[in-house]
């Protein structure tokens, strides 16, 4: 590594899933915004947060910023993403680690998860959260994007492969990846009933009297990258 | 946010995987390292990685430091996860963000990916990796974790749920996240196939003639967190 790095200030944010009844009754994902007090961005809501103290780990950080802006002290946080566009806050470079956990309705209560805000705070549906300070609304549509699309399957093993496999190779790459033997025909069933692969109508090439069929994967927006895409575009 | 926060230096390693033959001709994981020539650990094996420099993006300083010290240029990378423990690094404190990729073999060819290095790149079989410079080792465990839990599924919903639910409950939960409704027997087939949940042998207590049984997660250490436990444990 060369000479000193440049300045960049570590900040952590946090995105805290419930599903909560809104305004019209329908039950929809939520989530608390903290609303402004200083510049930039004085009067925006914007997702809880600080910065990072310089003893204390990251997921530290993430809960203490948290328990004082919401009161919310979730069993676990998972890190979910750093954003650190250049450009993403104005007066400096600023690097931001983002916490997400889902919560059960009850832990929302009392922390003005109902429509009036209480000391600064509001639990909004997830698809109204715009309009945010910084790239928050960037954060917030990443983070609910990862769980919508986690609820289904990831696709992972046809990073190792070309286009078009036989159901063999598939099985051999599982195999090196998770370093045990899985059985074909089992392995068969789960993968032709989860509906990730389909066959091209093509066979493997060779001399073989009945070569085997040609599969291809069911790319999803979810499914783009070897691990589920599990990030925001570029 | 409070007053100037404290001194933390942001860096980026990268960890890529490719499965090549190992020598005793088993086909396993590898990945590139990088011997160090300067201290603090000089003469160690290390991820390649180096500083964010002020007006480039985290993914563009991955892929930087990555070709600059590999020759490797894979078509995507994707953020793995941020480490910064406060005590990661001798000398002061530096958080790096860690981006993975998958590569074809044929991409690694011709970049050390042989038994004797190139340049001071090495490709090593993953579970050979120890002894690294600084949190290296926990980086490296934690991508090939990550890697082998991906090809399963990924557990969500029971997580805004108790931990006995019937399967229409579990539906329901599926609806609220994807906003979409569900053909209920084929998600019942689905989620019966995955071995995902397993029945109680308890129902749903209420007056009807014949209630809804109750379900229970399977759960496992890849599904212990609402998005597939996404992070290394503590």
Redesign the interface.
Known sequence: ??AQ???????VSTVIFA?LPAPDGE???HLPLVRRT?DPYAGAWALP???????????DAGRRTLAETTGLRPS?L?????F???ERSPGG?V?S?VY???V?NHEAAGTGAGPVPVDNVSWCPVDDAVGLAFDHDEIVRYAIW???S?????H??Q??L?ERFSLAQLR???E????KPLDPANFRRQVE?SGAVVPTGERLTGGRHRPPQLYRAVLTPESA???????PP?
Do not use: D
């Open positions: 590594m060369s790095p440049p300045q960049i200030r570590v900040a599903l039950i929809r994902v200083r947060g600080g910065w990072v103290c310089a003893q204390e780990s990251l997921s676990y998972e890190q979910l993403y750093t650190g566009h250049p470079r690097v680690v997400s956990a889902l059960r990862r769980l919508r986690k609820v289904q399957h990831a992972v093993a990073h190792f070309g051999e790459v599982h090196a990846v998770l370093q009933g990258g070897p691990f589920g895409r599990a990030g570029s």
